[in-house]
């Protein structure tokens, strides 16, 4: 596909995008609208735009990318199953107590339950793990734009990361999670689409029918799903099911993004249906994409394509989008931008609208306010949003001036250290009703947990016997940190109602 083809497409789609927003936020474009929908959403809309929010381009492309491993090939499965368990467990456990609160950020549980600091360290927990994770996110998509499009145009890298954030910007700054709530149930339209047509259009390259796909798949070197032999090994079954299960309960279930959209639900009831129906979604769709990903082996196979490179540096996040552009004809090619576009920007505005909430609920108490949807608060939130996009775009230049991992190994790296001590704060929380923290140390508690976990993580082979963390390095985390708050505990004269 030609690179003014493809721009061509980008500009259309983000056409249609900012012209939803648009008509969404042309009557309602306050405070409530943009934090909360007017608490009007949808379920099953809200279920299904969750899909393009959790899954995000990293899903599209480093997941089927990372499956050519004979350590990984399908492992990513069992880490989904353990996000499966996790999101019913949000369901039962975390939603009811949101909803019983009324909460329009949900780390106002944390000023109620251990105080005003614990609160604020929390909140800012969330806004450095989100912002970090969303650009690591973005990042991969923009690498893509970069190499497939704007090369061709003499464009810069940072001016590609700038146009990609503008766009975001047009569409999310009025109507917030309105426009929100409307534009990813579109893009995760097009995300669920667009891994079903490339199937089909990559099987029909290699002159499969279904069945006939499904057998080389399962003949292949690429599709093995259970890893039970080495448990010292990180793509151990029980660790990335335990893994699955609190990166899930951590990153969804104690994140403001993705719980902001359940919050938006009429009621409780609805939250779970949007639950239930969104986990058997997300698991379907994850065990596609990873089907995806042995097709493209083999077609590289017998085609003799190469996994591109950067920097020297084998990159597998590059292949799909490598025979996508350059070995696919026009319309898988215009199927895969299309699924790629929705599934990363579906991510990234969600995100930065949820980073703005966070920050004028937690910080500026804007939820407070006499009259929030007042145009001088509106202005404010504005000005809000703006900032984050800049710093977004800071975070996009520093993990390309140092990263050489996979995005999806970067992603869960980072969700391990910055969303640790969000899962002690909440769990001390939950389960030492009769306890309160000397508030003071909270801070200093949520810092050393992350740096112990980071020396015993580079150490463990040492100490351990060899043994390798996978994700479950967010339970010893999560672990320290809980450990740390139980340090400096004292009895509560007020047990917890909650």
Known sequence: MQPLTILLIIVIYFGVLIAISNIVSRKDSGNDAFFKANKNSKWYLVAFGMIGTALSGVTFISVPGQVGSPDIQFKYFQ???????????????????????????????????????????????????????????????????????????????????????????????????????????????????????????????????????????????YSKIFFYEDWLKSNHFFKQILGGIFVTIAMVGLDQDLMQKNLSCKNIGEAQKNMYTFTGIFVVINLFFLSVGALLYLYAEQNGIAIPMKNGVVKTDLLFPEIAFNHLTLIPSVVFLLGLTAATFATTDSALTALTTSFCVDFLGMDKAENPNDKKIVRQRHAVHIGFSALMFVVILLINWFNSDAVVGLIFKIAAYTYGPLLGLYGFGLFVKSKTVNEKFVPL???????????????SAEIFGNYQFAEELILLNGGLTFIGLLTISRKSENVAAF
């Open 79 to 221: 880490f989904v199953l353990g996000n499966a368990i996790g999101f019913i467990l949000i369901a039962k456990v975390l939603l009811p107590l949101y909803y019983r609160m009324n909460l329009t950020s949900i780390y106002g549980y944390i000023e109620q339950r251990l105080g005003v600091v614990s609160y604020k360290t929390a909140a800012t927990i969330f806004l450095i793990s989100r912002t970090i994770g969303s650009a690591a996110r973005l990042y991969l998509v923009v690498l893509v734009l970069q190499r497939y499009v704007f090369d061709s145009f003499g464009v810069p890298f940072w001016t590609t990361v700038m146009i990609s954030l503008g766009l975001i910007f047009a569409y999310t700054y009025r109507g917030g999670l309105k426009t929100i709530i409307i534009t990813d149930t579109l893009q995760t339209l097009f995300l669920v689409s667009s891994v079903i047509f490339t199937i089909y259009f990559i099987c029909n390259s290699l002159d499969y029918n279904i069945p006939q796909a499904f057998e080389a798949v399962k003949k292949s070197n």
């Open 445 to 459: 508690i949520c810092i050393l947990a992350p740096a112990i976990t980071f020396i015993i993580s580079s150490y």
